[in-house]
């Protein structure tokens, strides 16, 4: 997918408080970074960051990091932090693929939110929910392993059913049409999102567990 290139990303993301620049470094010891013992919940490609800054704003006694690959998507979230100084967020630009080197097992909740599909059979090892990540999320996961995915895509949806069941996670809520869901789940819509609900699309949701 291609996204809007942010001429000084680099020098952006170099002079934010907010973007940790080593990740690597603090494996074993984002609990310092932040200063407390609160939980620490990830999204894995958090785009613009839309999410995960809301969250972060509405949830203040949990640690949130937003992780993205693509220096100028990162940039633009951070762009929008202005001078804020939201204790509770961190951002780091690397490739998901990386997480087991930057954090042991320190993690509560992963959010994939608005995912790329990887439609052709050839990207499927690409999906955030392929066995293969699967198996990652285990060695950054505290203790008992919390998924939360949102997705206007059914397609990446089912998949997501079928490799999470294979792999024994269980689902503590599945909503087909989140944003028309009576029982009212709780949720930060992103831009993409409530274009998706104008559309009139439905927004796929699941929370899934494994407790130890
Ligand atoms: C479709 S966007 C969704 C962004 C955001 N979560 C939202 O809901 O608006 C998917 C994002 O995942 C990022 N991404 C894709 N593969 C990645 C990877 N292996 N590691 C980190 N980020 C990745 C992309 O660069 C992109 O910004």
Redesign the pocket.
Known sequence: ?E?NVVRDAKKILNDSSYVVKNPNQNKNRWNKVFGNNNPIHL??????G??IIEMAKKYPKINFIG????ES?TATAVSKLGNTHINNLKMICA???DIINIFGREIDTIYL????PWPKPIDER?RFTHESFLKLYDRVFKKNKHIILKTDNKGLFQYSLETLSSYWYTFKKISLDLHNDERNISNIP?D?ELKCVKDGKPIYYLEARFDE
Do not use: C, V
């Not at 999204?43 to 613009?48: A, N, S």
């Not at 939110?113 to 790329?116: A, Q």
């Open positions: 997918m996204y999204e894995l490609g958090m785009g613009r839309e999410f992780l993205e690959l693509n998507q490739d998901a693929l939110t608005f995912s790329e690409k992103t993409w």
